[in-house]
């Protein structure tokens, strides 16, 4: 989708993929993704719209808004520097420095949370600066929500806080992860039970209920800006054969298939297009590439 450089197009596909899911019951998704594409060794390029923060910011923009149109959750990720990780390695340390992490790293999350408003925010795994991010408070309070006014809930990655205590080694327990992650801001842990700590860490003083407070009136606001406890119609399954995959979606995957494709070689001055000369050469296969 970012090699269509259609940021209209990557809108059109989104509202069909929040309809669907809203057909089905789903009420979150974690998308789009927002992050830059630097390191090519790095295994999650293809997720990425690529290495330009300006197109990652218009295409996540175009994403966000047709899910809000929808009230499906979407959520932007990952905050922040996850693209660039030493050695390619998915949970590696990322540096830059000030410089970098305001000129590249944080500019589509800049555009997206202001021109959007998206309700949740994932956090990356990576350590940014030998600080990990799940535990960074300057990161996910005061540049995400003080400086660029993100208002939402911030939701964990799979087992980010779980792995300050196994990978960072900045928790001695499941309770001083849960402690550090909800002190630098992280609203909900998933795939991961030391949240479950936190009743315990309320009673014994070390976090205040205000604090406890805080997440969970992030979330429910959330949840009520998005209708969860209105009256909902149950979603009706039998007839989802009408509703997913229909002709104007798939017609719509083709669309975008076809405006992403890349020519890499102009073998015998294919270009421009001839179907008649085309049937009469001998042509070896065209190959085509998504960046």
Do not use: C
């Amino acid at each position: 989708m970012g090699s269509s450089f259609n940021p209209d197009l990557v809108g059109q596909v989104a509202e069909v993929i929040a309809y669907e899911s809203k057909a089905t019951g789903v009420n979150q998704v974690l998308a789009p993704v927002l992050d830059i594409a630097r390191e090519l060794r790095w295994g999650r390029v293809e997720e990425t719209y690529g290495e330009d923060p300006y197109l990652i910011s218009e295409m996540g923009i175009a994403y966000v808004k047709a899910f809000n149109k929808h009230r499906v959750i979407a959520t932007p990720k990952h905050f922040v520097a996850h693209g660039s990780p030493s050695g390619g390695l998915n949970l590696a340390s990322v540096s830059g420095g000030e410089r970098e992490l305001y000129s590249i790293y944080l500019r589509p999350f800049v555009r997206v949370i202001k021109e959007t408003n998206p309700y949740s925010v994932m956090n990356s795994y990576n350590s940014y600066e030998t600080i990990p991010v799940a535990k960074s408070k300057k990161l996910l309070t005061n540049i995400l929500r003080d400086q660029l006014g993100f208002n939402g809930y911030v939701t964990s990655d799979w087992g980010s806080v779980d792995m300050l205590r196994h990978f960072h080694q900045t928790a001695e327990d499941k309770a001083d992860a849960a402690k550090q992650a909800v002190l630098a801001g992280i609203d909900i842990e998933v795939d991961g039970d030391n949240y479950e700590k936190l009743d315990s860490l309320v009673r014994v003083g070390v976090l205040s209920e205000k604090e406890i407070d805080t997440n969970v009136s992030r979330i429910l606001t959330a949840k009520f800006a998005m209708g969860l406890f209105d009256d909902r119609t149950i979603p009706d399954y039998q007839n989802l054969n009408l509703i997913i995959h229909n002709q104007k979606a798939k017609q719509l995957a083709l669309d975008m298939a076809r405006e992403s494709a890349i020519l890499l070689k102009n073998s015998d001055n294919i270009l421009p297009l001839d179907i008649n000369k085309l049937n009469s050469m001998n042509l070896p296969a065209l190959v085509f590439i998504s960046l």
